[in-house]
């Protein structure tokens, strides 16, 4: 992983094209307790309280800003901004970034939640 990361200084949990979500490693320990989100040049340290509640900003962003159907530019474009859990950080986003951001966080949470069904409440 570029930017000086070694791999096993972290566990990846999920990635697309725009960026990627793991928890750090220590002592060769998995850190459960927050997720790296990293996103173009910006990095968050969530827990998955707070991711949820970046799932629902995007989610509230998508709704507001999802009103130019017809226009071929829209993705692209317009930027708007997106509100985070840090109430002090909004992100300027396009529609096909926060898309990708959707997908990431989304993403991020499922496999989040599946992890802890099959290695948690699902061993019985």
């Not at 962003?61 to 859990?85: D, V």
Request: proline share 2%; glycine share 4%; aromatic share 12%.
């Amino acid at each position: 992983m570029s930017n000086g990361i070694q791999m096993q200084e972290i566990k990846q949990i999920y990635r697309n094209n725009l960026g990627s979500a793991f928890y750090w490693k220590k002592d060769n320990a998995v850190l459960w307790d927050k997720v790296q989100l990293i996103f173009r040049e910006t990095g968050f340290y969530f827990t998955p309280q707070e991711l949820q509640l970046f799932k629902c900003c995007i989610d509230e962003s998508y709704i507001q800003n999802n009103c130019c159907a017809s226009c071929e530019l829209k993705n692209k474009c317009h930027k708007f901004l997106l509100k985070t859990p840090c109430s002090q950080i909004d992100l300027a986003v396009s529609m096909e970034e926060l898309n990708a951001v959707k997908d990431l966080v989304e993403g991020t949470l499922f496999k989040i939640k599946l992890e802890y069904y099959l290695f948690g409440e699902g061993m019985n």
